[in-house]
């Protein structure tokens, strides 16, 4: 029987793995990082805080996570073009005992079974909208180029920046980015400006932690994102984990398999719900596993952790993907 590791990477490198990879069973993933402003993100219910970047982030009782405040009041960025008089990265560096708990945390993977993983979020992305807005965002984009151009590459230096303290510390194998680039049905962005200014931000990002012993990138999108998949090939990106079912992925995986591959198509939308039962999830973990093949596909519900809104469905999700190891393999 193959390690997790090893049938990790005979399913990703198309060879012979003797069972589906289990949702986020291969990733070691570390979250106690001193740098990170996820942890000034309120869990749910809980007062509204202010993240390093200065923006206010709410997670209401009635919704599944936390999102950016962005009335006038509380939008950092109100101009694109003044973003250099306003905008203030966080600090890249801590004193060496903040990090004693991200050393243990690391130092605990059981690198035979597992990767060991740095958690990076928000994204490149998801931090211009963090700061300004989606509406604004994206608007930027077509009217201030120039400015976007020049706070994206602010934003990745400064993700460098702390990639380098976080590697004087520990050795990753892997990273796992967050990034959301769409909607359930379309991208954000035309696969054009998507190229113009992602693209190149992520290839020297991803190329930094490549440069320094990282092995495999995984990141995470949960929405439509079919139409720039050759983009993430070119940036780097070993896993798509998050691809939803609208972006066809047995189609996705038949003409990019090898090149990447996909972890998902358990959509969260489907079976994270209230009412949940296991015959509705071994329906739905059934239906994708026959569907995308033993090959370049990773079953996995489509939230950006091993968790789930409503208790036990990642649980029963995983029960799933065992049972149709055993009908499949």
Known sequence: MLTIKENLLETIKGGNPDRFVNQY?????????????????????????????????????????????????????????????????????????????????????????????????????????YLMGMDDTLINFHEEPEAMHELIDYIVDYKIACAHSCLKRIKPEAIFQHDDWGSQINSFLSPAMFEEFLVPAYKKLYGFWRENGVELIVHHCDSYAANLVPHMIEMGIDIWQGCLSTNNNPELIKKYGGKISFMGDIDNGLVDREDWTQEIIAKEVERACRSCGKLYFIPSTTMGLAQTVYPGVYEAVSKEIDRMSKEMF
């Open 25 to 129: 069973e291969f990733l070691g993933i570390i979250m106690e990082d001193p740098l990170s402003q996820r942890n000034l993100r309120p869990k749910r219910g809980e007062p509204d805080k202010v993240d390093g970047w200065g923006v206010t982030i709410s997670w209401p009782d009635h919704v599944p996570g936390p999102f950016p405040v962005h009335d006038e009041e509380h939008k950092v960025l109100k101009d694109i073009t003044k973003w250099r008089d306003v905008v203030q990265a966080p600090r890249t560096d801590a004193p060496e005992e903040e990090w004693a708990n991200y050393i243990a945390e690391a130092e605990a993977v059981d690198r035979n079974e597992q990767f060991l993983t740095v958690f990076q979020a928000p994204g490149i992305f998801e931090q211009l909208h």
